[in-house]
């Protein structure tokens, strides 16, 4: 039990489609952030969100967007899927003061 | 040149050995350091972060040169439970008051397997 929740687990998409991803928080927990991991890498920073705004974005086109709500959940949106779009994506928050990150167990998304 | 670089192994030890894992960064103004544990599709748990001191706990020590922009890792008497994707981690930014700010940039991560 991490304290971070994301739905669903496992999602199978065709190119093209729509898809939102969900994160649930830790009360107090007002800096969310998410991640893309391809098979055999490193996760890849998309964006975090800071008490609601967007306040860092990685090398993710605008088709990659999110939303951080009062109660500490947040989703990722992702339109137009492409093939390469199949990986974990994961959500991490860290609460006020802490440098660490916690993250959930992931949604495994594939596109095909 | 990446960001944040590991060797990626795999490393194949057997139970009881030592194990060293290196990593170098390219932001020289990076503030947080950091080694996560990733095992076989789930998601990376904070190992422990990295200190310019160095700081260990238990069986693991970890260590950070700034001059360098090299952080290392060492497993002493490695067990079987030891075996997992460890991840190089760094925070390039940090706010006032030491919350984190912008992104985690991970290496690639080293495998590590633990053989009896």
């Known amino acids: 039990e991490t304290g971070v929740t994301q739905s669903p687990t496992h999602l199978i998409k065709t190119r093209g489609q729509q898809v939102t991803l969900r994160c649930s928080s830790q009360?107090?927990?007002?800096?969310v952030s998410w991640y893309q991991q391809a098979l055999g890498q490193g996760p890849q920073f998309i964006f975090q969100?800071?008490?609601?705004?967007?306040?860092g974005r990685g090398n993710f086109p605008p088709r990659f967007s999110g939303l951080q709500f009062p109660n500490y959940s947040s989703e990722l949106n992702v339109n137009a899927l492409e093939l390469d779009d199949s990986a974990l994506y994961l959500c991490?928050?860290?609460?006020?003061?802490?440098?660490?990150?916690?993250f959930g167990s992931g949604t495994r998304l594939t596109v095909v | 040149r990446k960001e944040v670089e590991q060797d990626p192994g795999p490393f194949n030890v057997p139970e009881g050995a030592t194990v060293a894992f290196n990593c170098t960064y390219s932001?020289?103004?990076?503030?947080?350091f950091f080694w996560y544990r990733q095992d076989c599709r789930k998601e990376p748990k904070l190992l422990m972060s990295?200190?310019?001191s160095g700081n260990e706990d238990g069986r693991f020590t970890a260590q950070l040169n700034r001059a360098s922009q090299y952080i290392s890792l060492l497993i002493r008497d490695s067990k079987l439970s030891d075996s997992a994707t460890y991840l190089c981690v760094v925070n390039p930014d940090e706010r006032a008051g030491g919350t984190s700010y912008g992104k985690l940039t991970f290496g690639q991560g080293t495998i590590l397997t633990v053989h009896p």
């Open positions: 969100y800071y008490r609601e705004e967007e306040n």
């Open positions: 009360s107090g927990h007002n800096t």
């Open positions: 990295v200190y310019s």
């Open positions: 991490a928050s860290s609460p006020p003061g802490e440098r660490g990150y916690t």
């Open positions: 932001n020289s103004a990076s503030q947080s």
